[in-house]
């Protein structure tokens, strides 16, 4: 089975903090994503990756970087934490295949900032 | 990426099926529709995809028209383990689909 890990189920941090969320899948997938989940508001796409080192812009990249140095880890960094950023963070991977439009998701992070 | 249109929310019954439209108006040649399904507290799942007519596994059938305009996803005899909620994403098969984009999905309530 393919397997994503998000390295926290929950984390409360403090205002200005920088804060990191990992992700490590086991599948060998070249895409990796990150996304925001808030009530009404569905997914919103935060940072993708398409491979070692390369990332693109989400919808919604404002206060957020990404880091992806091997294969398997990409990351999310909040730069300096807000109370707006508090949220439900998911990670996903899929494998790069123009036919394949499947990706597994982690449990997801729930993230409050204070 | 096309942008798409579900329905908010829909109530149904066990053993009811269920059909959730979902309106991409603007799709184009080379586009996919997919659909996820999501429970509480969890990541999404992929349910099925399409592009054309109809596709069925064991969960759940994909009706697509010949226009492409709008999709159906067809749940049979739902449980009440089928609340949930359900997306409906249109993306560009000649990107392989890089970036996933899910709107605000269909609510799903399935009552006894």
């Known amino acids: 089975d393919v397997k994503v890990t998000q390295s926290s189920r929950y984390l409360v941090k403090r205002t200005g903090e920088k804060v990191f969320l990992e992700c490590v899948q086991d599948m060998d997938h070249e895409n990796m994503f990150w996304y925001r989940q808030d009530p009404g508001l569905g997914l919103r796409l935060i940072y993708f990756s398409y491979d070692v080192k390369m990332k693109e812009k989400g919808d919604i990249p404002e206060g957020y970087s990404v880091s992806r140095e091997k294969k398997e880890r990409f990351s999310l960094i909040l730069e300096s934490a807000s109370t707006n950023q508090t949220s439900m963070y998911l990670c996903?991977?899929?494998?790069?295949?123009?036919?394949?439009?499947?990706?597994?998701f982690g449990q997801g992070t729930r993230l409050t900032v204070v | 990426l096309a942008k798409t249109t579900q329905p908010i929310s829909m109530d149904s019954y066990e053993g009811q099926e269920v059909n959730i439209t979902c309106s991409h108006n603007n799709i184009a040649t080379n586009d996919y529709i997919t659909w996820y399904q999501q429970f509480p507290s969890q990541g999404p799942r992929f349910i099925i995809q399409?592009?054309?007519t109809k596709v069925t596994n064991e969960v759940a059938s994909l009706f697509i028209p010949a226009d492409r305009k709008s999709s159906t996803l067809s749940l049979p005899r739902v449980s009440l383990s089928d609340t949930a909620v359900y997306y409906c994403l249109v993306g560009r098969r000649d990107t392989g689909f890089q970036k996933l984009v899910f709107g605000t999905g269909t609510r799903l309530l399935v009552s006894p």
């Open positions: 399409g592009y054309k």
């Open positions: 996903a991977s899929k494998r790069q295949d123009v036919w394949n439009t499947e990706a597994f």
